[in-house]
Every structure is written in structure tokens, then in C-alpha cells.
């Protein structure tokens, strides 16, 4: 079946610091890998969406300065939180999908950021 | 821009009783509307999707019907489990999933 393994699942990093995260999908061929957050409080804002061969595409609110992207291949994505600071504390999740019309998002179990 | 408004933050149950959770979305366009269910320290799993106007779609005991007219797409449970106890997403896309505009999220708990 298809599976997305986050990595770490839980990270504590010092104020100012800057945290990498990973995602790994099984089973299928993650063209597009979405990276969403969970802030306290509230539910998951897309990060940015990437699709292998194409450009990264931010959201409003989210920079490539600040949360860098790598998507390399088909079944690996990575992201940085650089310079994290207190409100980049939450769950990062990653969803990927393989191209076509009806396909499925497979989520990780996300990866949960500390900022002390 | 897009949103999913869920109204319940929290619905707890006895089991055996019918459940509904509300989903209402706004958007310009012709969405996809979809239910994420997420058992605790799991990654969120696809429960239900849709985007056939009042066509009812189910899946493990789950239904829910998508109507355009009310923007709404209500999830709901004729008879809950114990199992079912978990957080549910409302999500819209408009383009089958590229992109997932997620509601707040209802926490379901149901008691023996």
C-alpha cells in the first residue's frame, strides 16, 4: 500500500535555530508533495506545494527564505524551518500524490516542532 | 479566498447514537470537497470525497452528501463505534486534492 513516513516526529530546537524535516513516500510515486502546518490552535495552512520537474509554488505568508524546500525524486521531499522562532512551533505535515486525475493524498503522521 | 468552517470543536457520543458533522465551505469555484479522519499520533486518512452535487457518497459506515446550494457537506454516522473516536478534517480542493483547504477540525469521542 502507499505509506508517507515523516522524520523526525517530534524535534526540539533552540530559538534562532534551524530544524530539517523529512518526508519519504512508500508504494507510490509522489509527483506532488504538499507541506502543510499546524500552528496551536488552529488547523493546516498550506505551506507550499511542490511537483517534481516544477517550480515550488509558496503560499501567501510563506517564503522560500524562510522554509526551503527540496523535492529531488519521486519518493523524497525535504523541508528546513530556518531561523525558527516561537509562532514556527506546531505539526508539519506532509501530503504527496502521484499525477492523475483521481488520485489520493497520502499524509505522514507529521513532524511536531518545539521552539524553546 | 477559500474556507471550510466546521462549528463543533468537540461532539461526544454514547455509542450506537447517530452522529453529524457539520462542513460548510465558501469558494467561487466548482470544488471538491473531502472528509480526513485522524485517529490519535496517525496521519490523517482519506474517509469520504466528492464533488457531485447532491450525490451521496459513504464509506466505512460514513456519508455524507455534497450540495452546492447550501455549500454544505455534512459527514454523518447512522450508529457510532467506539473506533470512531478521533479528529475529523473537512477539507475543499479545486482540483481533486492538489491543494486542501482545511476546516478547524471536529474531535469525535464516543463513550461505551
Known amino acids: 500500500g502507499a505509506l508517507v513516513y515523516q522524520y523526525p516526529r517530534r524535534t526540539i530546537c533552540k530559538s534562532g535555530t534551524s530544524m530539517r524535516m523529512e518526508c519519504q513516500a512508500v508504494?507510490?510515486?509522489?509527483?506532488?508533495v504538499a507541506w502543510y502546518r499546524q500552528s496551536p490552535q488552529k488547523t493546516f495552512e498550506l505551506i507550499a506545494l511542490?511537483?517534481?520537474?516544477?517550480?515550488?509554488?509558496?503560499e501567501q505568508n510563506f517564503t522560500q527564505e524562510k522554509f526551503p524546500i527540496s523535492h529531488p525524486n519521486l519518493s523524497f521531499s525535504s523541508m528546513t524551518v530556518l531561523n525558527a522562532y516561537l509562532e514556527d512551533r506546531g505539526l508539519y505535515l506532509c501530503?504527496?500524490?502521484?499525477?492523475?486525475?483521481?488520485?489520493?493524498?497520502?499524509f505522514g503522521k507529521g513532524t511536531r516542532l518545539t521552539v524553546v | 479566498g477559500d474556507s471550510v468552517t466546521q462549528t463543533e470543536g468537540l461532539v461526544t457520543l454514547t455509542k450506537g447514537l447517530p452522529v453529524m458533522l457539520n462542513c460548510t465551505y465558501q469558494?467561487?469555484?466548482?470544488?471538491?470537497l473531502f472528509w480526513y479522519v485522524q485517529h490519535l499520533n496517525e496521519a490523517p486518512k482519506l474517509l469520504l470525497k466528492?464533488?457531485?452535487?447532491?450525490k451521496r457518497t459513504e464509506h466505512q459506515g460514513f456519508y455524507a452528501t455534497l450540495h452546492k446550494s447550501s455549500s454544505s457537506f455534512h459527514l454523518q454516522k447512522s450508529s457510532v463505534q467506539l473506533s470512531d473516536s478521533a479528529l475529523y478534517f473537512c477539507?475543499?480542493?479545486?482540483?481533486?486534492?492538489?491543494?486542501?483547504?482545511f476546516g478547524t477540525g471536529t474531535s469525535l469521542l464516543v463513550d461505551p
Open positions: 501530503g504527496a500524490r502521484s499525477t492523475g486525475a483521481n488520485t489520493e493524498v497520502f
Open positions: 508504494g507510490f510515486q509522489a509527483t506532488s
Open positions: 511542490s511537483t517534481v520537474n516544477s517550480a515550488i509554488k509558496y
Open positions: 469558494t467561487t469555484y466548482s470544488p471538491f
Open positions: 466528492s464533488s457531485t452535487d447532491n
Open positions: 477539507a475543499l480542493s479545486l482540483n481533486m486534492g492538489y491543494k486542501l483547504t
